[in-house]
């Protein structure tokens, strides 16, 4: 079955720099790249996804990157600010399969 | 609209007393359905998998159990809890089909005692 593997486990930036978060997978079928963003106490929330027919997507500040060659993926972050502090899952999916997610990324943005 | 119910916020149970945690789903039909744990470590464990109606997938061996009893209903249960069921539980649903978004729940905040 998909296995999704996710880098760095914790990662702090100072405000206004950018972050990246790393994930790699390995069923090669699988053609769905959603990353949540998962507040203290709440559930995760979806902030951008992907699709294996596209190789990059961007939504202000947030954009993803899909590498299928080398099946990866990463999450960048631009100008990060204190509210973006959270813990940071990516997922893969293939088809209308099940929805296995990475380990989990707490950032920190220092201000 | 649709939304996702997720019931008890939080709850304290004994080792060895029965559990039942329930999530609803509205405003779809023939969703998706799961239960993930999430432990102290972060990361989200997928426990079951539900596709339809009576059809559960059990990801991990363990000591819960899940029901589907109607389409949009789904049920995590266990007869006796251990202290290593401790953990933060969460439903989530997508529609049927590939591409699609997930949806999850508050959240239940399970302490075994």
């Known amino acids: 079955g998909e296995n999704v593997e996710q880098h760095p486990s914790t990662l702090s930036v100072q405000e206004g720099d950018s972050a990246v978060i790393k994930c790699t997978y390995s069923d090669s079928a699988s053609n769905y790249f959603p990353w949540y963003k998962q507040e203290l106490g709440k559930g995760p929330q979806l902030i951008i996804d992907i699709r294996s027919n596209v190789g990059e997507k961007k939504d202000q500040r947030i954009a993803v990157t899909l590498n299928k060659t080398a099946k990866h993926f990463s999450l960048h972050i631009t100008e990060t600010q204190p509210e973006d502090s959270a813990v940071y899952f990516c997922a893969a999916r293939k088809g209308g399969g099940k929805l296995i997610f990475g380990q989990g990324t707490e950032l920190s943005v220092k201000p | 609209s649709q939304t996702i119910h997720q019931w008890p916020a939080t709850l304290v149970q004994p080792v060895g007393s029965p559990l039942s945690l329930e999530c609803t789903v509205e405003g779809t039909s023939n969703p998706n359905l799961y239960w993930y744990r999430q432990a102290a470590g972060r990361g989200l464990q997928l426990l079951f998998y539900?596709?339809?109606?009576?059809?559960i997938s059990s990801e991990v061996p363990q000591n819960l159990s899940a029901s589907r009893p109607q389409d949009r209903q789904f049920i995590l249960s266990s007869k006796k809890l251990l202290l290593s069921d401790s953990g933060f539980y969460l439903c989530a649903w997508h529609q049927q089909g590939g591409g699609t978004e997930a949806f999850f729940g508050q959240g239940t905040r399970l302490t075994v005692v």
């Open positions: 539900s596709v339809g109606i009576g059809q």
